[in-house]
Nanobody, 120 residues
């Protein structure tokens, strides 16, 4: 019923930049929040950044000042601009959305993940 299409991952050198995009489509009535999580090998999935429909933004401490999340409500799309990337940012990045379907049911959906590798 809901599809999340992610793009923008890849290999970048330390200090470089990447921009992730995630577009949600399907039987969506409204989106409450969209965001990004990441999971490095051997570690638990962690929140990176989220933005609500009201514009409230949350970042994990390790990315503050380097990453910027933004959303386009008209396109049901969220972006993550990642600057000054570090090797410790290497992970599989997942898009997440919390929304209400046309049927009225609330849902929590995940994308397939896009790999970000920071290495020289």
């Amino acid at each position: 019923q809901v599809q999340l299409v992610e793009s923008g991952g890849g290999l970048v050198q330390p200090g470089g930049s990447l921009r992730l995009s995630c577009a949600a489509s399907g039987n969506i009535l409204s989106i409450n929040a969209m965001g990004w999580y990441r999971q490095a090998p051997g570690k638990q999935r962690e929140l990176v950044a989220t933005v609500t429909s009201g514009g409230t933004i949350t970042y994990t401490d390790s990315v503050k000042g380097r990453f910027t999340i933004s959303g386009d409500n008209a396109k049901n799309t969220v972006y993550l601009q990642m600057n000054m990337l570090k090797p410790e940012d290497t992970a599989l990045y997942y898009c997440n959305t919390k929304l209400r379907l046309v049927s009225g049911i609330r849902g929590d959906y995940w994308g397939q993940g896009t790999q970000v590798t920071v290495s020289s």
